[in-house]
């Protein structure tokens, strides 16, 4: 339910203001596979205090003891007479999106909210949602109007019979193309352009003006394997063959057990950068834009590190050179795949075109988007030369990926 708000008011709140920046951001998705863990102690005796059981006084109706728990019997009564209903923890967020939205929506989205169960009172109980229960939406497209039995639609599918959603509207998401006119300047070319027979000059400004003048640059050697990569060397198509080759080996791994291990340390890394001077709002965009670069810290958490470098060994990979090798093969690959509309989602997002949209959520939304937008221009960020490495060998990739369910042990892989 609250997605489908969210996306409603996606829809109809976006517009195109030019004033944001997301570069504030640049680092927030670095990951220090070489981070200080010797705090690390305090966080796991953490994460132990929250997983403990409550303790309920008694193993089962035969075994309840002969002494009375007071304790337990007020902490029960003071709750039963306090609440009669538990809060949902995204009951404050629906309420700040349904009166964001235009009054007109509300009969789209009002009489399904009278079929959820457990939906608060006070949003209920709002002027204009209150009178939409099982009534259904005045205002429908003209392609609906007559339709038999339309009354009997579900009314989670109301809002599809919304007349804005079938208008012929001007995209405001793409901008009109106009085509710039450029003043023609006079050309000069030097005297060693010219032919010695007093040429005209326009036959002479097709001609090179030296065999020698031209310098090549000899592509690098996509059929050889990078000599210790790094985070800024360019890819080779042999560098990304070699890294999709460990893939299958890393899911077996971590059937082993070792994969409950990562997930251990996860909650723990998280809690560590949560301490930190800028901890993100959302920590798991770390695992879409670096997700092998945060598998090998969270190996290192979880003291299966030296474990997991055996399997990536056998490609020749130290499991730093592997996690950069790993992370520039799926930000190339996902350049290789998008299509036009992701190509202009990336530029918009970094011209801030989003902005003043941003702007109009409740403030505490509001860095979560713009980490969200850094998040999906930093999952494209590549260099052409690692494009260029991995297109001939991006249906392989892809293939790789779907025998592996899309999943590098307990990330999913985002494209």
């Given at each position: 339910?609250?997605?489908i708000i969210l996306a409603l008011f996606l829809t109809f709140g976006i517009s195109h203001s030019a004033t944001a920046d997301i570069s504030e951001y640049r680092h927030s998705f670095d990951v220090k ?383």
């Open positions: 339910m609250y997605k596979m070489d981070m200080d863990l010797s705090n690390l102690y305090k966080y796991i005796i953490e994460m132990q205090k929250t997983a403990e059981v409550y303790n309920k006084g008694y193993t089962s109706r035969f075994e309840m003891g002969n002494r009375f728990n007071k304790e337990f019997s007020r902490v029960i009564k003071a709750y039963g007479s306090s609440e009669s209903r538990i809060k949902t923890s995204y009951e404050d967020e629906l309420l700040d999106l349904i009166l964001m939205l235009p009054k007109e929506m509300y009969q789209y989205i009002g009489p399904m909210l009278h079929e959820i169960p457990t939906m608060p009172e006070k949003i209920l109980n709002l002027p204009g949602i209150k009178e939409t229960k099982n009534k259904f939406p005045e205002e429908i497209a003209e392609k609906y109007k007559g339709m038999e039995n339309i009354e009997a639609l579900s009314p989670a599918l109301y809002i599809a019979l919304m007349p804005q959603m079938w208008e012929k509207k001007k995209n405001l998401d793409k901008p009109a193309n106009i085509p710039s006119v450029k003043p023609k300047k006079p050309v000069f070319l030097p005297d060693y352009l010219k032919e010695k027979n007093d040429s005209p000059v326009p036959q002479a400004q097709n001609k090179p003006a030296s065999a020698k003048a031209r310098k090549t640059t000899a592509p690098a050697d996509m059929t050889r394997r990078t000599l210790y990569p790094s985070l800024t060397s360019p890819l080779t198509t042999k560098d990304a063959e070699a890294v999709m080759a460990t893939w299958d080996k890393i899911n077996e791994w971590g059937k082993k057990g070792n994969d409950i291990a990562v997930i251990r340390a996860g909650i723990l890394l998280d809690m560590m950068e949560q301490d930190g001077d800028k901890p993100l709002r959302q920590p798991a965009l770390k695992d879409m834009v670096n997700p092998c670069q945060n598998l090998v810290l969270k190996t290192r958490i979880a003291g299966i590190y030296h474990s997991f470098s055996t399997i990536v060994a056998q490609e020749g990979f130290t499991p730093e050179e592997w996690a950069y090798t790993c992370d520039k093969t799926l930000k190339a690959f996902r350049a290789a795949n998008a299509n036009h509309s992701m190509a202009f989602a990336i530029r918009f997002h970094r011209r801030g075109y989003y902005e003043h949209y941003y702007r109009m959520l409740p403030q505490k939304w509001q860095e979560s988007m713009r980490e969200s937008e850094a998040a999906l221009v930093a999952m494209y960020s590549v260099l052409r030369e690692d494009v260029e490495a991995v297109s001939p060998i991006r249906e392989k990739i892809r293939k790789k990926l779907l025998e592996n369910g899309e999943m590098l042990l307990i990330t999913p892989i985002i494209y």
